[in-house]
């Protein structure tokens, strides 16, 4: 199996990643191609895979990833379109693109896979969202799973919820990353040097969300288990429920879905 990366930038990368550390592919099996000489020799040096500039080279892979940013997607439509072939899936990992927008690209024919991973596919720890059209048969979507569980978990999803699934996981690493620096900036003011502080918050942040999957409970409930009658920690969660924390991080995962249904 030949699998190709139409764009190679720090989702493709992440996804490249996560194969290769699996196992599951082999460098001589991946080919990606960008826009420029520096981006393909940095995916060279990086994973030692075939690179090209040539999307049309990439383009004769038995899977095809499209990892260019949702603003160019039609200029590679366009580019590429003409080589596909009905036995190849396309997997999308374009923001705001439906499979109906791909289709009337590519061909009704073609298969197709709309999916939305995240950046923690570099370490193992992604979450894709996976969405095939009717072309896709059980054996092609087993591999296309295959492939996306190679760096972590995947799961299917109804299109029409997909623009949730990019506020809520797509998305969501940035708002995490901030969350554990503004973290770790309030523990420097207490007198913790920095490095400390992002291992102490980025654990905590990794061991909070692990309880969440593996106890099954609900959040409110884990949070109460934390929380004593009169305690630093109730006194924290008040300010944050003060400041309008959980408000603030819905109304930005709205803004992120609106962008996405107006992509």
């Known amino acids: 199996m030949r ?8 989702m493709a990368q992440a996804i490249i990643g996560g194969v290769l550390a699996s196992g599951l592919l082999k460098k001589e099996d991946i080919i990606a191609s960008a826009a ?5 020799e940095r995916v060279r040096e990086r994973f030692g895979i075939r690179v090209t500039l040539d999307n049309r080279e990439t383009a004769q892979a038995d899977i095809i990833v499209l990892a260019v940013k949702p603003i160019y997607c039609a200029q590679v439509m366009e580019e590429i379109s003409g080589d596909i072939r009905p036995d190849q899936i396309l997997i999308s990992i374009a923001a705001g693109k439906s499979i109906e927008w791909l289709e009337d690209g590519f061909g009704k ?32 979507l087993q591999t296309v799973c295959d492939i996306l569980r ?9 299109e029409r919820i997909m623009d949730a699934v990019i506020a809520v996981s797509g998305s969501s690493p940035a708002y ?10 309030a523990a420097v003011a207490e007198g913790m040097p920095r490095e400390q502080a992002y291992r102490f918050a980025a654990q905590s942040v990794l061991g909070s969300a692990k ?12 949070k109460d288990m934390v929380c004593s009658p009169a305690g630093t920690t109730i006194e924290a969660v008040r300010v944050l429920e003060e400041t309008g924390f959980r408000g603030s991080v819905m109304k930005s995962m709205k803004a992120c879905a609106d962008r996405s249904k107006n992509m």
């Not at 699998?3 to 720090?10: E, R, S």
């Not at 969440?212 to 884990?222: A, N, Y």
Request: hydrophobic fraction near 40%.
């Open 211 to 222: 309880m969440v999957l593996d106890t099954k409970k609900h959040p409110g409930e884990l």
């Open 3 to 10: 699998l190709g990366f139409i764009g190679a930038g720090n």
């Open 109 to 140: 024919d073609k298969k197709i896979v709309r999916t939305m991973p995240n950046t923690p596919a570099l370490v193992g720890e992604g979450m894709t969202a996976v969405c095939p059209n009717g072309n896709i048969t059980e054996e092609d």
């Open 36 to 40: 420029t000489e520096a981006t393909i």
């Open 150 to 158: 190679s760096f972590g978990q995947a799961e299917m999803v109804p």
């Open 176 to 185: 995490v990353f901030l969350f554990i620096e503004a973290m770790a900036d």
